[in-house]
């Protein structure tokens, strides 16, 4: 027997029991070794075969740094299918997760737990507890994303993750560092970075993407007079009105148009399509010339008293530049080469000055007057005070627009002059151009957009001037020569100290200082640390063992598969390959799949302070785990997924009509005592399948003969679907033949259960059903692991004990095709094609029963169809189509004749058409009809009945049925009938009228057929 099934399953204490059930037994252990051991049982002496049992996954680390949300638990769930359907297929793989563990992030968030809030209190908190402080959180989370991964069914070598903080994986960078310098890739420069004043560093390009957000700012405008003309003004826009005291020069176009103005009593200049910028006072224009004109003229700065000012040794003048727009601001643009990347350019071209007005923090620096000590952010009133004083302040203007964003703090970013690290790209551009085209992208246009960014990139900024992080071993010595420590063991024996483990972080390893290798003086480490980026990249050498074991490393890179959200494309996609081309020359992945973002179900995004966030934990224990990872699996990777519990629902309704499949078929099962052939082994035994095989087995009934053809076409198109990775289309295929399995193959063969003689047709239904089932069960097995391990367990386990103790630990067939001959699917194929057309046919039926608004119950006289000659010679075909639409005749026509029957008067066919099929449906009525669809209606109300009573499926019944006079006929007509289909012994009708009054009998139920009244009194044997 088949445990009993209960039809209101509970999903998640389910697969709560299955969880458990995975640690007892150790599946995922045995998993492992099994695999292990048939790779290294095929491979023996045998390098290249070994290849093709492996499948190299590798993660990018998850930030540890809090609880993992429903947007992780996406990438997870693709990590998860592909590495568990690849074991299916036999596999060995190494299962390793991976956390990343430092950066700004995670200073971030201690800060905001330390409640520290700048780099100063940093320091005054003491950095190696600070970075303790880090570490632990680190550790925290780690724990707690394991946790909860482990929860979404993720099978991973959990007591293995790889850590970036790891001395090993620095080590790693530092040797990728090393290569670079040897290249004489690496090089320091003053560039104007973005630059967080908050978190006190720079960000590097690929970071400032995405970060712009719209802001409302306070725009200036200032004029500025002219040195040999003190009543003509310059008039100048800018949105950053702190960057006023840095300003060397102002640039215009030269061949723009631009224009003198009088406005009450004074004079200003600017371009000729900015007049509708100034203030509405009257104007006259008194000069119109061309920006050319205007080179070269000097004017007197905004800010000419502050003492920076004053030290300058050439005049302020204006300058030439063919970027600027003089529809924008005034067309007089504001140069400050120390507050912008364009600026600063400029300023190289042209040998202007560089001021940079704040520090790190953001507080004006020495030099300029009563701004020196005040933050940037709070110094507004004090410029405009300042400005106004000086006279030079036209007006101001609010102006909203896009500007950029702290992506981890979300402080408005400022642009200023600093010294950072760079590894210079121009070399290894076409290398990785060349590297990223030999990779298969997933989608295409992910391919697409790495080219873009490569071919657009500029140098890589590495440094960043905080705690956290990859210190980066560079020893700059005052001799000139710079030495960058390749590995911990270098640095102990340049140093003559000894290292600890976990002491390369700052501040231990700020302690240590070398002696140049090339003048014996003693030399320090540079403060900074690395770009977060630079962790990730190195993953695919420091985790495959790159340094120690290079023959391990050879057997697993480069990755089968990684699998990241879009953004990574430009980040971690990047720094991999970057890192890998370096060293090796060669891509790190020979597959790169992305998706997007998740959102909720509004399409908003999700936010803690917006309250539309779902947390991980709540969504998992609510929805379950099977749930969440059916809409990850079969949403599209491209489209932004909009997650929420009516989604959840919608799927779970999904999973419950195949819980409902499995609940028919062992509660039927159990009834007649059907149990799988089992051999001496405890296997089933695979004999059966063959005899399903399709064709030259004229006694297989016809729907066993398609569901079977039905069930190999799907094992296939699954199959390769997953083969491309492309669960989603597999999805599309669960999702289509679990329709035909239950609304379709059960539906139709629900009598071939009910009925009570256990005869060759009641076998070969249940062996068709029990097949597809397995089937299902096995190609779902990755997508929804935990409930198929529970059916897995039932509907095998419990009649095979030989057969694997897991589902996650059996092999998929390699081909479901190979059996029977090749007429044989032939015939598979001609019979699949017919059932389209029949569901077609029906389909289109209904559509016209529908709106002729009769009911399905009751029949009606005959239909005719044609463009379905397929059909027309298949009475089993026929008959299913006559029953589906409960018709008295179907006759499948000529086209032509058809609608030479339509043009001619009665019956007033209903006709649906689609393509070529036409249907056309007479709905003339008789009394006899009449007569049979209330009866129908009686049996149906009857069934209710029994299901109302809790009465079993198998108990049988006594029936009294009394009632309006015009019922009797149908009650005699179709006793026989009525009893069949209810389970009914006897039947009588009881036409007394007094029936209708008492209904005494709790048994007894008051209904309605055709508006007819009756009661059905029901008895148990
Ligand atoms: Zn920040
Ligand atoms: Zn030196």
């Given at each position: 027997m088949f445990r009993q099934v209960s039809s209101h399953p509970d999903f998640v204490s389910l697969e709560h029991e299955v969880l458990k059930f995975w640690e007892d037994r150790q599946c995922f252990e045995k998993l492992r070794r099994a695999r292990a051991a048939e790779a290294a049982e095929v491979t023996e002496g045998a390098k290249e075969a070994e290849a093709g049992r492996l499948f190299s996954f590798i993660d990018g680390p998850i930030t540890a740094n809090n609880p993992m949300g429903v947007h992780h638990a996406w990438g997870r769930t693709y990590k998860d299918i592909y590495q568990r359907y690849k074991a299916m297929?036999?596999?060995?793989?190494?299962?390793?997760?991976?956390?990343?563990?430092?950066?700004?992030?995670?200073?971030?968030?201690?800060?905001?737990?330390?409640?520290?809030?700048?780099?100063?209190?940093?320091?005054?908190?003491g950095l190696a507890r600070f970075v303790g402080a880090c570490r632990e959180r680190v550790l925290k989370f780690a724990a707690i994303q394991t946790a909860q991964s482990k929860r979404l069914g993720q099978w991973m070598d959990w007591d293995n993750s790889y850590y970036t903080m790891a001395d090993d994986n620095m080590e790693h960078i530092w040797y990728f560092l090393h290569r670079c310098h040897e290249k004489g890739w690496l090089y320091r420069d003053q560039r104007v970075m973005p630059w967080c004043i908050r978190c006190g560093t720079s960000l590097s390009q690929h970071e400032l993407l995405d970060s712009y957000k719209e802001v409302e700012h306070d725009t200036v405008f200032v004029a500025l007079p002219l040195t040999d003309a003190p009543d003509t003004h310059l008039l100048v826009w800018t949105t950053t009105p702190w960057t006023l005291p840095a300003n060397v020069a102002v640039a215009v176009h030269p061949e723009a148009a631009y224009v003198q103005i009088e406005q009450d009593g004074k004079s200003y200049i600017l371009a000729a399509e900015a007049l509708s910028k100034l203030t509405a006072a009257p104007y006259h224009i008194s000069a119109e010339f061309s920006g050319s004109a205007l080179l070269g003229k000097a004017y007197i700065a905004p800010f000419a008293d502050l003492p920076v000012?004053?030290?300058?040794?050439?005049?302020?003048?204006?300058?030439?530049?063919?970027?600027?727009?003089?529809?924008?601001?005034?067309?007089?643009?504001?140069?400050?080469?120390?507050?912008?990347?364009?600026?600063?350019?400029?300023g190289q071209r042209f040998h202007l000055p560089r001021l940079c007005p704040i520090d790190e923090d953001g507080v004006f620096v020495a030099g300029y007057g009563s701004l020196t000590g005040v933050n940037v952010k709070e110094a507004k009133g004090l410029l405009l005070a300042q400005m106004q004083q000086a006279g030079v302040l036209y007006k101001t203007e609010k102006l909203l627009h896009r500007y950029p964003h702290c992506w981890r703090c979300g402080e408005e970013l400022v642009f200023r002059?600093?010294?950072?690290?760079?590894?210079?790209?121009?070399?290894?551009?076409?290398?990785?151009?060349?590297?990223?085209a030999s990779v298969t992208w997933l989608p295409d246009f992910a391919g697409k957009m790495m080219q873009d960014w490569l071919t657009?990139?500029?140098?890589?900024?590495?440094?960043?001037?905080?705690?956290?992080?990859?210190?980066?071993?560079?020893?700059?010595?005052?001799?000139?020569?710079?030495?960058?420590?390749?590995?911990?063991?270098?640095?102990?024996?340049?140093?003559?100290?000894?290292?600890?483990?976990?002491?390369?972080?700052?501040?231990?390893?700020?302690?240590?200082?070398?002696?140049?290798?090339?003048?014996?003086?003693?030399?320090?480490?540079?403060?900074?640390?690395?770009?977060?980026?630079?962790?990730?990249?190195?993953?695919?050498?420091?985790?495959?063992?790159?340094?120690?074991?290079?023959q391990y490393w050879q057997k697993w890179f480069p990755a089968d598969l990684v699998v990241e959200m879009r953004e990574q494309i430009r980040l971690w996609f990047y720094s991999m390959l970057f890192m890998s081309v370096t060293l090796e020359g060669c891509a790190p992945y020979r597959r790169v799949m992305i998706y997007e973002k998740v959102h909720d179900?509004?399409?908003?995004?999700?936010?803690?302070?917006?309250?539309?966030?779902?947390?991980?934990?709540?969504?998992?224990?609510?929805?379950?785990?099977?749930?969440?990872?059916?809409?990850?699996?079969?949403?599209?990777p491209t489209i932004t997924l909009n997650f929420g519990y009516r989604l959840?629902?919608?799927?779970?309704?999904?999973?419950?009509?195949?819980?409902?499949?499995?609940?028919?078929?062992?509660?039927?099962?159990?009834?007649?005592?059907?149990?799988?052939?089992v051999d001496e082994k405890g296997r089933l035994e695979t004999g059966f399948r063959e005899k399903r095989a399709v064709g030259g087995h004229g006694d297989v009934p016809l729907l066993d003969r398609w569901l079977e053809a039905r069930r190999r076409q799907y094992f296939q198109a699954v199959r390769k679907s997953m083969d491309a990775f492309d669960v989603q289309a597999a999805m599309r295929e669960h999702e289509s033949f679990l329709d035909d399995l239950s609304n379709w193959y059960v539906r139709r063969s629900r009598r071939r259960f009910w009925k009570n003689e256990n005869d060759a047709d009641k076998e070969s239904a249940y062996e068709t059903l029990y097949q597809a089932l397995l089937t299902m069960l096995h190609l779902l097995a990755p997508i929804l692991p935990f409930i198929t391990e529970h059916m897995y367990q039932n509907l095998v386990r419990s009649m095979a004990p030989g057969e694997p103790e897991s589902i996650h630990l059996c092999r998929l067939p390699e081909d479901e095709t190979n059996t029977g001959t090749a007429s044989a699917a032939d015939a598979g194929e001609m019979l699949l094609e017919q059932m389209k057309a029949v569901r077609e046919v029906v389909n289109l039926g209904l559509a016209a029963r529908n709106r002729a608004r009769i009911r399905i119950r009751q029949p009606l006289p005959r239909l005719a169809v044609s463009g379905v000659d397929s059909l027309s010679h298949d009475p089993e075909l026929i008959q299913l189509v006559q029953e589906e639409l409960n018709v008295k005749e179907v006759q499948v026509l000529p086209a032509a004749e058809l609608s030479a029957m339509l043009t001619g008067e009665a019956p007033p066919w209903i006709v649906e058409r689609i393509a070529d099929i036409c249907v056309a449906l007479d709905p003339t009525l008789t009394p006899q009809l009449v007569r049979e669809g209330w009866a129908r209606d009686l049996v149906r109300h009857i069934q209710q009945q029994r299901k109302e009573s809790g009465l079993s499926i198998?108990?049988?019944?006594?029936?009294?049925?009394?009632?309006?006079?015009k019922l009797a006929g149908a009650v005699e007509e179709h006793g026989e009938y009525i009893k069949r289909e209810t389970l009914a012994e006897y039947l009588r009708w009881d036409g007394k009228s007094e029936g209708l009054s008492e209904l005494k009998s709790q048994a007894a139920k008051q209904v309605s057929i055709g508006g007819l009244k009756a009661i059905v009194t029901m008895e148990r044997l």
């Open positions: 297929q036999g596999y060995h793989q190494r299962y390793q997760n991976g956390f990343d563990c430092q950066g700004l992030w995670v200073e971030v968030e201690v800060e905001k737990s330390l409640k520290l809030n700048s780099k100063r209190d940093i320091r005054e908190y000012q004053k030290q300058l040794k050439q005049a302020h003048t204006i300058i030439a530049w063919s970027e600027v727009d003089p529809a924008e601001g005034t067309g007089l643009v504001h140069i400050a080469p120390g507050c912008g990347a364009e600026d600063h350019e400029l002059l600093e010294d950072e690290w760079f590894i210079s790209a121009e070399e290894i551009r076409p290398h990785l151009i060349k590297a990223a657009n990139m500029g140098d890589w900024c590495i440094s960043r001037k905080r705690f956290w992080g990859l210190p980066l071993p560079f020893y700059p010595c005052t001799c000139g020569h710079l030495t960058v420590v390749k590995s911990g063991a270098e640095l102990e024996q340049l140093s003559g100290r000894q290292l600890q483990e976990n002491r390369l972080h700052r501040p231990w390893i700020d302690e240590i200082t070398i002696t140049c290798p090339s003048c014996g003086q003693r030399v320090k480490r540079i403060s900074e640390v690395g770009d977060c980026w630079l962790d990730a990249g190195v993953v695919p050498y420091s985790t495959l063992r790159y340094l120690s074991d290079r179900e509004h399409g908003r995004p999700m936010h803690k302070s917006w309250g539309n966030a779902i947390w991980f934990d709540e969504a998992v224990e609510r929805m379950g785990a099977d749930v969440m990872r059916w809409i990850y699996a079969s949403h599209s959840a629902d919608e799927v779970r309704r999904k999973l419950l009509t195949l819980w409902h499949v499995y609940s028919f078929f062992t509660t039927y099962a159990n009834i007649d005592g059907w149990q799988p052939a198998t108990e049988r019944i006594c029936l009294t049925i009394a009632g309006d006079e």
